[in-house]
């Protein structure tokens, strides 16, 4: 079964930096599309970035871009969230998830999340 398991997050001021690392065991992972998704507080889930492993073709949420870097790291099966000009905004849980390339949908498999906390 594949599984999926978040760290990095953690409390920064306005301003700084975070580094998100989703490691990811029991999938082929170069058939995946990874994304990070984000929860706030009374909010709905959203998806901040996404990373097509095969042929790293990327997309990012309009409020992160130029802020975040999304990058993998196929020998280790990780895939790394790089957020910098952290704001008080970008608070959530920090999900990473998983879908076969081609499958649409829903993704499948999710991580645990992990929380970011930006205080201003």
């Known amino acids: 079964e594949a599984q999926l398991v978040e760290s990095g997050g953690g409390l920064v001021q306005t301003g700084g930096s975070l580094r998100l690392s989703c490691s990811a065991s029991?999938?082929?992972?170069?058939?995946?599309?990874i994304a990070w998704f984000r929860e706030a507080p009374g909010g709905e889930r959203e998806g901040v970035s996404c990373i097509r492993i095969r042929d790293g073709t990327i997309d990012y949420a309009d409020s992160v871009k130029g802020r975040f870097r999304i990058s993998s790291n196929s020998a280790k099966n990780t895939v790394h969230l790089q957020m910098n000009a952290l704001k008080p905004e970008d608070t959530a849980v920090y999900y990473c998830a998983a879908n076969v390339i081609g499958s649409g949908g829903r993704y499948k498999y999710w991580g645990q999340g992990t929380q970011v906390t930006v205080s201003s």
């Open positions: 029991g999938l082929t992972f170069d058939q995946y599309t």
